[in-house]
């Protein structure tokens, strides 16, 4: 059996009202447009394309909207202000220039489905995405879900990424990956190393010296930003320079200085926004070359020093994790070769989320909902000319 979703007219300057879900467990789920992923990515997508009135449906492999944020460590606090923490269509429930937790962003992405209806299907995990014909098939489990478009929207934080050597270090040593932790009593008592520099590494790192552990963190200075983010004078103009001008507008593929900076920001991470070297050094957090090895157990530096700590924490980032896209689409560094979102090898397959698909922004918040509009705008072109070629042939 196959449904097809149907749509209920929205008010002026809404995105309509849709029904929820389509099919049974079984069933087989004929869709126009199915959007993987159901974070804040796949929720813009969601609104850009029901505002043009264009049947979708959404899957996610979570349980629930906003657990990509609930998994997330337990002191984690947005380091964007609310005001630049709001989709298209609803701002942030807070005072523009508080920093939100990560419990409230994900109370903030179930409240965004349930103000513009957006349909979702959670706890569908798509394990293969193939061609039949000229429709895409969406695999999970026992569901099959066909479609004539496909929106593959999640950021690059799927999968962790571990250096190979972790399993050489000693039995003994607590390892997480930034992904599993949740806050320091997971730690034995002693010495804690964080392998990367990046806003995960600082943040933890900050957290585990409070905690009374000697950390070491190690790792390629990213840089940072030259202000207090939680100052006065950052609130309320540096933070919106460095996001809406900076990210937003400069550092996009459009410009030079964006084609130039992107690579470099891909393979290396961002600038550190939250915490600043000063504040790693007051907090007795030592820096030390990067991470290579393993000797007798216990973690090899790059300058040949053995540390002898308890912990590990790898702050090393993470793979897409698109071992389950099963289709002809060339791939650079393990992200798929794309222009802003579209995929010339496949037509009628989109990305959002990634890293820089248009601009620094475009991982953000605040930066998803242009490359959202963007996307939307060429479903709705590929179905227009789908058709007029229907309606010829016939
Ligand atoms: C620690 C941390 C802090 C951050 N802080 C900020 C901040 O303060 N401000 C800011 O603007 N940005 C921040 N970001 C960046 C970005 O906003 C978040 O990473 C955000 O979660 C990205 O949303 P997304 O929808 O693109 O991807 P995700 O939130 O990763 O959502 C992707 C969804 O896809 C689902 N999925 C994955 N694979 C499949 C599959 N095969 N089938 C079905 N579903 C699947 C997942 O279940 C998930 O729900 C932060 C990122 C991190 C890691």
Known sequence: MIEQIEMRTAPAGEAPAREGNVGRASDPGRIETLVIGGGQSGLSVGYQLARRGLPFLIVDANERIGDAWRNRWDSLRLFTPARFNGLDGLPFPAQGDAFPTKDEMAGYLESYVERFNLPIRTGVTIERLSREGDRFVATAGNRRFEADQVVIAMSNYQKPRVPAFAPELDPSIVQLHSIDYRNPSQLNDGGVLLVGAGNSGSEIAMEAARRGHDVWMSGRDTGHIPFRIEGRAGRFALVRFVLRFLFHRVLTVDTPIGRKARPKILSQGGPLVRVKP???????????????????????????????????????????GFSWIDLPIRWKDGEPVHDRGLVPDVPGLYFVGLHFLYALS?????GVGRDAGRIAEAVASRRDTAGVAERRAA
């Open 278 to 320: 000063d504040d790693l050094e007051s907090a007795g957090v030592k820096r030390v070359a990067r991470t290579t090895g393993a000797r007798n157990g216990r973690p090899l530096l790059e300058d040949d020093r053995v540390l002898d700590v308890a912990n590990v924490i790898w702050c090393t980032g993470f793979h897409p």
């Open 362 to 366: 475009s991982s953000m918040i605040h």
